[in-house]
């Protein structure tokens, strides 16, 4: 079976863009979270999402949004895009989310110029 | 707000030697997961405690989650140069949010 799949693997935007990441979760799992990770640090949590609906939100600024398609596939947008959003965006997906493990992905390896 | 911390931040030791790295909550955790990072790599989830006291062991890891849930620890005995990576601890608050701690940085040399 397939793992947490991600796209773009890399991208390079410019301040003040927009970006859109996309996820494929595994087979069978409902739950999808993002998750920011900056070069040195751990994972910092975005969103995540259960069955279409957001179950949780860090503390992200309004430009950063998401949602959850009904295949469970998910997107992650961020607008008006500052040289502080460069980080590598992983994916993660679980069964029902909540407390269960997260499965990652390779993640998007963004750079903001 | 609720924050995980990690110490060691970086150990480097010789093969065959132990490994330990501690995470401390301020806060009661509902559950704390471990995952590793290979370098270039995205985290791997290892292992799950809940209870409070839990000891849990995988082969040289050993897992343990403090009385108080506030704390939990990992130690790998004999260390493999396959045991390079960065560990993570991860707790939840009665929240859908999972809480990364800093990251300990393992080398080992052969």
């Known amino acids: 079976d397939a793992g947490v799949t991600q796209s773009p693997t890399h991208l390079i935007k410019t301040r003040g863009q927009h970006v859109t990441l996309r996820c494929s979760p595994i087979s069978g799992h409902k739950s999808v979270s993002w998750y920011q990770q900056v070069l040195g640090q751990g994972p910092q949590f975005i969103f995540q999402?259960?069955?279409?609906?957001?179950?949780g939100r860090g503390n992200f600024p309004d430009r950063f949004s998401a949602r959850q398609f009904p295949n469970y596939s998910s997107e992650l947008n961020v607008n008006a895009l500052l040289l502080g959003d460069s980080a590598l965006y992983l994916c993660?997906?679980?069964?029902?989310?909540?407390?269960?493990?997260?499965?990652f992905g390779d993640g998007t390896r963004l750079s903001i110029l | 707000g609720q924050q995980v911390m990690q110490i060691p931040q970086y150990q480097h030791v010789q093969e065959g030697e132990d490994f330990t790295t501690y995470c401390n909550s301020s806060?009661?955790?509902?559950?704390i997961q471990w995952y590793k990072q290979r370098p270039g790599g995205h985290p791997v989830f290892l292992i799950q405690l809940v209870k409070s006291g839990e000891v849990k062991k995988q082969k040289r890891l050993t897992f343990q989650f403090g009385e108080a849930k506030k704390n939990s620890s990992l130690h790998i005995t004999a260390t493999q140069t396959t045991d390079v990576g960065t560990y993570f601890c991860a707790g939840t608050y009665n929240t859908d949010k999972l809480i990364f701690g800093t990251g300990t940085r393992l080398q080992v040399f052969p």
């Open positions: 993660a997906s679980s069964l029902n989310g909540g407390n269960q493990p997260q499965h």
């Open positions: 999402y259960y069955e279409k609906e957001e179950r």
């Open positions: 806060t009661t955790l509902s559950n």
